[in-house]
C-alpha cells in the first residue's frame, strides 16, 4: 500500500516495524499503537466538534435569516476557538450541598461514553478501530451508558429543578430506546452480521432504498436518544433553565455542550454507515482514502438533516412525546422488522430488482396503513373551542367596526 | 479476537481520561473566588423551599418496568436476526409469533392505562 491510497495503515505498519526494529516484544507494540491510536482518534473525535459546532451556527443563522458568527477569521472559523477559550477560563462554582462525586463525574460520563463509540465505526475499508464481531451491541450498550451522566447531573447538582429534568430527560431517552434498539436489528438482519464493517461490506443496495421506514424510525429516534429539538425536554432553553444543567458553569457545562454535539455527529456517523452505504462507493476497496472521503460525505448529509430538523420544529411537549414513542413507533417499528423479515424471505434473493421494489412496496403499504389509520383514532383536539371567546371577540370587532 | 477487547478497554479509558483532564486543565486556568451568594442553589431567584431529593411521580417507575420488557426481547431477537439469512421460513414465523405475543403485552399495558404520562 503506498501513502496516497492508505495513509493510516502506511504510518501503523511504518512505527510498528520501527518499534520491533528497536527490540520491543511484539504484545507491547500492538499496545503501544493501539494506545497512539486511540489516543489520536478520540483527539481528533473532540477537535471536530468546533467544526460541527460552527457549522451548525452558520446553518441555523442561514435558515433564521441572518449570517452566523462572520466576524473570527475567515467566515467565522475561529469563532469556536474563541469560545473554547472563553469556557476555558470561566470559573467552576460548586454550589452548597452538592454531591460531590456524581457532581464532577457526569460530564466525564456524558462525553465519554459517546466518545467510546467511535471505536467501531468503519471509516474505511480498512480503517477501523477495532473490527469487533459484535459492534452492534456495544453501540447499544455503551450509548445506554450516556444516560448515567444526566442522571448524575441532576442528582448530583442539590437542585430541585435539576433532578425534575433529569427524571423527564431518563423517562424519554429510555422510552425512545426501544424502537431504536429494534430498529438497529434491519441492517443486521439484512447483512446477517453485528459487526459494523461486515454491515457496510453487505450493502450492495444501500440498506435505506430496502427499508426506508426503518431507516426513518432509526433517525427519528436517534434524534430523540441525543436530546436534540424537537425532543429537547431536558435541556428546554426557555422553559427549565437548562435542566439538568442549571449548576454547571466553566468547561464541566462545555464538556456537556461538547457531547451533544459529538453524540449527534456519532448518530449520523452511525446513520451513513447502517444505512447509507457507509464507505461504499467507486473505487473505494482499492483507493481506501476515498472510502473515507465517501462517508465523510454521507454523513455530512444526515448531520445537515439533523441540523435542518432542529431549525424548524417547534417542541414536543412530554405526553405528547411519550405516546409518539410508545403507541405509535414501537408497534410501527416491531411491525416493519417482522413484516421485512417475512417479505425478505419469500421474495427470490437473485432477482435485484424485484427484491428492492418488493421490500419499497411493503415499506410504502405500512407507512400508508400507519397515516390512514392515526388520521382515524388519534384525533386529539389541540386546543378547545371556546364559544365565550368567540362571542367576545366578535362583539368588540362590531364595536371598532362602528366606532 | 483478544486483541479486539484490549483495544476496547484502551479507547474506554482514553475516552473517560480525555474529558478528566480538559476539565482539570481549565480548573487550574479558572478564577477560584467563591462567595455566599454564588454558591447559592438556584431556585427562580428566592431562597430554596424545603428538602431538595424530593419524592417523584411514580409514573417513571412503570415507564422503566415497560422498557425492561421490551428491551430484553429486543435482546433476544438479535441471535435471531444473526442466523436470519440461513434460516428457512418456519423461523420467521417463530420471531413473528414471538414479537405477536409481546405486542399482545403492549397492548395490554396500553389499555389499562400504564402508557399515559399522567
Given at each position: 500500500?503506498?501513502?496516497?491510497?492508505?495513509?493510516?495503515?502506511?504510518?501503523?505498519?511504518?512505527?510498528?516495524?520501527l518499534?520491533?526494529?528497536?527490540?520491543?516484544?511484539?504484545?507491547?507494540?500492538?499496545?503501544?499503537?493501539?494506545?497512539?491510536?486511540?489516543?489520536l482518534?478520540?483527539?481528533?473525535?473532540?477537535?471536530?466538534?468546533?467544526?460541527l459546532?460552527?457549522?451548525?451556527?452558520?446553518?441555523?443563522?442561514?435558515?433564521?435569516?441572518?449570517?452566523?458568527?462572520?466576524r473570527?477569521?475567515?467566515?467565522?472559523?475561529?469563532?469556536s476557538?474563541?469560545?473554547?477559550?472563553?469556557?476555558?477560563t470561566?470559573?467552576?462554582?460548586?454550589?452548597?450541598?452538592?454531591?460531590?462525586?456524581?457532581?464532577?463525574?457526569?460530564?466525564?460520563?456524558?462525553?465519554?461514553?459517546v466518545?467510546?463509540?467511535?471505536?467501531?465505526?468503519?471509516?474505511?475499508a480498512?480503517?477501523?478501530?477495532?473490527?469487533?464481531s459484535?459492534?452492534?451491541?456495544?453501540?447499544?450498550?455503551?450509548?445506554?451508558?450516556?444516560?448515567?451522566?444526566?442522571?448524575?447531573?441532576?442528582w448530583?447538582?442539590?437542585?430541585?429543578?435539576?433532578?425534575?429534568?433529569?427524571?423527564?430527560?431518563?423517562?424519554?431517552?429510555?422510552?425512545?430506546?426501544?424502537?431504536?434498539?429494534i430498529?438497529?436489528?434491519?441492517?443486521?438482519?439484512?447483512?446477517?452480521?453485528?459487526?459494523?464493517?461486515?454491515?457496510?461490506?453487505?450493502?450492495?443496495?444501500?440498506?435505506?432504498?430496502?427499508?426506508?421506514?426503518?431507516?426513518?424510525?432509526?433517525?427519528?429516534?436517534?434524534?430523540?436518544e441525543?436530546?436534540?429539538?424537537?425532543?429537547?425536554?431536558?435541556?428546554?432553553?426557555?422553559?427549565?433553565?437548562?435542566?439538568?444543567n442549571?449548576?454547571?458553569s466553566?468547561?464541566?457545562?462545555?464538556?456537556?455542550?461538547?457531547?451533544?454535539?459529538?453524540?449527534?455527529?456519532?448518530?449520523s456517523?452511525?446513520?451513513?454507515?447502517?444505512?447509507?452505504?457507509?464507505?461504499?462507493?467507486?473505487?473505494?476497496e482499492?483507493?481506501?482514502?476515498?472510502?473515507f472521503?465517501?462517508?465523510?460525505?454521507?454523513?455530512?448529509?444526515?448531520?445537515?438533516?439533523?441540523?435542518l430538523?432542529?431549525?424548524?420544529?417547534?417542541?414536543?411537549?412530554?405526553?405528547?412525546?411519550?405516546?409518539?414513542?410508545?403507541?405509535?413507533?414501537?408497534?410501527l417499528?416491531?411491525?416493519?422488522?417482522s413484516?421485512?423479515?417475512?417479505?425478505?424471505?419469500?421474495?427470490?434473493?437473485?432477482?435485484?430488482?424485484?427484491?428492492?421494489g418488493?421490500?419499497?412496496?411493503?415499506?410504502?403499504?405500512?407507512?400508508?396503513?400507519?397515516?390512514?389509520?392515526?388520521?382515524?383514532?388519534?384525533?386529539?383536539?389541540?386546543?378547545?373551542?371556546?364559544?365565550?371567546?368567540?362571542?367576545?371577540?366578535?362583539?368588540?370587532?362590531?364595536?371598532?367596526?362602528?366606532? | 479476537?483478544?486483541?479486539?477487547?484490549?483495544?476496547?478497554?484502551?479507547?474506554?479509558?482514553i475516552?473517560?481520561?480525555?474529558?478528566?483532564?480538559?476539565i482539570?486543565?481549565?480548573?487550574?486556568?479558572s478564577?477560584?473566588?467563591?462567595?455566599?451568594?454564588?454558591?447559592?442553589?438556584?431556585?427562580?431567584?428566592?431562597?430554596?423551599?424545603?428538602?431538595t431529593?424530593?419524592?417523584?411521580?411514580?409514573?417513571?417507575?412503570?415507564f422503566?418496568?415497560?422498557?425492561?420488557?421490551?428491551?430484553?426481547?429486543?435482546?433476544?431477537?438479535?441471535?435471531?436476526?444473526?442466523?436470519?439469512?440461513?434460516m428457512?421460513?418456519?423461523?420467521?414465523?417463530?420471531?413473528?409469533?414471538?414479537?405477536?405475543?409481546?405486542?399482545?403485552?403492549?397492548?395490554?399495558?396500553?389499555?389499562?392505562?400504564?402508557?399515559?404520562?399522567?
Amino acid at each position: 500500500m503506498s501513502f496516497v491510497a492508505d495513509p493510516i495503515n502506511f504510518i501503523a505498519d511504518w512505527l510498528s516495524k520501527l518499534l520491533l526494529g528497536w527490540g520491543l516484544p511484539p504484545d507491547l507494540v500492538m499496545v503501544l499503537l493501539f494506545i497512539i491510536g486511540s489516543g489520536l482518534l478520540a483527539t481528533v473525535a473532540m477537535l471536530w466538534v468546533t467544526i460541527l459546532i460552527w457549522y451548525e451556527r452558520k446553518i441555523i443563522g442561514r435558515i433564521q435569516d441572518r449570517f452566523g458568527p462572520n466576524r473570527v477569521g475567515p467566515y467565522g472559523l475561529f469563532q469556536s476557538i474563541a469560545d473554547m477559550i472563553k469556557i476555558f477560563t470561566k470559573e467552576h462554582i460548586s454550589p452548597d450541598g452538592v454531591d460531590w462525586f456524581p457532581f464532577t463525574i457526569a460530564p466525564i460520563i456524558a462525553v465519554g461514553a459517546v466518545l467510546a463509540v467511535w471505536a467501531v465505526i468503519p471509516f474505511s475499508a480498512n480503517f477501523v478501530g477495532t473490527n469487533l464481531s459484535v459492534g452492534i451491541l456495544f453501540i447499544l450498550a455503551i450509548g445506554g451508558i450516556g444516560e448515567f451522566g444526566i442522571v448524575f447531573g441532576g442528582w448530583g447538582s442539590n437542585n430541585k429543578y435539576a433532578l425534575l429534568s433529569a427524571f423527564r430527560a431518563v423517562a424519554q431517552l429510555i422510552s425512545y430506546e426501544t424502537p431504536y434498539v429494534i430498529c438497529f436489528l434491519i441492517p443486521v438482519m439484512l447483512s446477517g452480521s453485528m459487526n459494523l464493517n461486515d454491515i457496510v461490506k453487505a450493502q450492495d443496495p444501500w440498506f435505506i432504498f430496502l427499508a426506508p421506514l426503518g431507516a426513518l424510525i432509526f433517525f427519528i429516534t436517534s434524534i430523540a436518544e441525543v436530546g436534540r429539538t424537537p425532543f429537547d425536554l431536558a435541556e428546554a432553553e426557555s422553559e427549565l433553565v437548562a435542566g439538568f444543567n442549571i449548576e454547571y458553569s466553566g468547561l464541566k457545562f462545555g464538556m456537556f455542550y461538547v457531547g451533544d454535539f459529538l453524540h449527534s455527529f456519532t448518530i449520523s456517523l452511525l446513520f451513513a454507515a447502517l444505512f447509507l452505504g457507509g464507505w461504499k462507493g467507486p473505487w473505494a476497496e482499492q483507493i481506501p482514502v476515498l472510502g473515507f472521503v465517501y462517508f465523510f460525505i454521507k454523513s455530512s448529509a444526515a448531520y445537515f438533516l439533523v441540523i435542518l430538523l432542529r431549525a424548524s420544529m417547534p417542541r414536543f411537549r412530554i405526553d405528547q412525546m411519550m405516546d409518539f414513542t410508545w403507541k405509535v413507533l414501537t408497534p410501527l417499528s416491531l411491525t416493519v422488522v417482522s413484516m421485512t423479515a417475512l417479505v425478505d424471505k419469500l421474495l427470490p434473493a437473485n432477482l435485484i430488482w424485484v427484491r428492492i421494489g418488493g421490500l419499497i412496496l411493503l415499506n410504502i403499504i405500512i407507512f400508508i396503513a400507519t397515516d390512514r389509520l392515526l388520521d382515524i383514532y388519534w384525533k386529539k383536539p389541540l386546543f378547545q373551542k371556546n364559544n365565550q371567546v368567540e362571542d367576545a371577540s366578535k362583539a368588540s370587532s362590531v364595536k371598532l367596526g362602528a366606532g | 479476537m483478544f486483541n479486539d477487547w484490549i483495544y476496547i478497554a484502551i479507547f474506554i479509558v482514553i475516552s473517560l481520561f480525555l474529558p478528566a483532564a480538559a476539565i482539570m486543565m481549565a480548573y487550574f486556568l479558572s478564577p477560584h473566588k467563591p462567595n455566599a451568594i454564588k454558591n447559592t442553589i438556584y431556585e427562580c431567584g428566592v431562597e430554596t423551599v424545603g428538602d431538595t431529593w424530593v419524592q417523584f411521580k411514580v409514573q417513571y417507575y412503570i415507564f422503566g418496568l415497560i422498557f425492561l420488557i421490551f428491551d430484553v426481547e429486543s435482546i433476544f431477537l438479535y441471535p435471531w436476526a444473526v442466523a436470519y439469512q440461513i434460516m428457512s421460513i418456519y423461523g420467521v414465523l417463530e420471531a413473528i409469533a414471538f414479537i405477536l405475543i409481546l405486542v399482545g403485552g403492549l397492548m395490554y399495558a396500553w389499555r389499562k392505562g400504564a402508557l399515559q404520562w399522567i
